[in-house]
Nanobody, 120 residues
Framework: QVQLVESGGGLVQPGGSLSLSCTAS????????MGWYRQVPGKERDLVAE???????TYADSVKGRFTISRDSALNTMYLQMNSLKPDDTAVYYC??????????????WGQGTQVTVSS
């Protein structure tokens, strides 16, 4: 059984910073890409940032230059440093991991989500 546990998030003023982390645990053979998505009520879940097993990164245009994604592969942990936060960044942030438990099949797992609110 695989679990993704997120931490961080909360309430911050515009221009402030927050850090999120996500750890994958369980019977994991290998983790491939990991990423952060966010969702606001009534809208689809959108990609924020992704990092592959080689460290290559992808960012949504709206967060480029403000957010930084990183990972510690030895710990199956991913981080998102969010700076210069804007009210539009307010959303539930979800962690995603593409991984294999048996070296034969790849599956996608999601965290439970953590609320980020940017407001004065």
């Amino acid at each position: 059984q695989v679990q993704l546990v997120e931490s961080g998030g909360g309430l911050v003023q515009p221009g402030g910073s927050l850090s999120l982390s996500c750890t994958a645990s369980g019977s994991i053979a290998s983790v491939f890409a990991m990423g952060w998505y966010r969702q606001v009520p009534g809208k689809e879940r959108d990609l924020v940032a992704e990092i592959n097993s080689g460290g290559g990164t992808t960012y949504a245009d709206s967060v480029k230059g403000r957010f930084t994604i990183s990972r510690d592969s030895a710990l199956n942990t991913m981080y998102l440093q969010m700076n210069s936060l804007k009210p539009d960044d307010t959303a539930v942030y979800y962690c995603k991991a593409d991984l294999t438990t048996d070296w034969r099949t790849q599956q996608r797992y999601w965290g439970q989500g953590t609320q980020v609110t940017v407001s004065s």
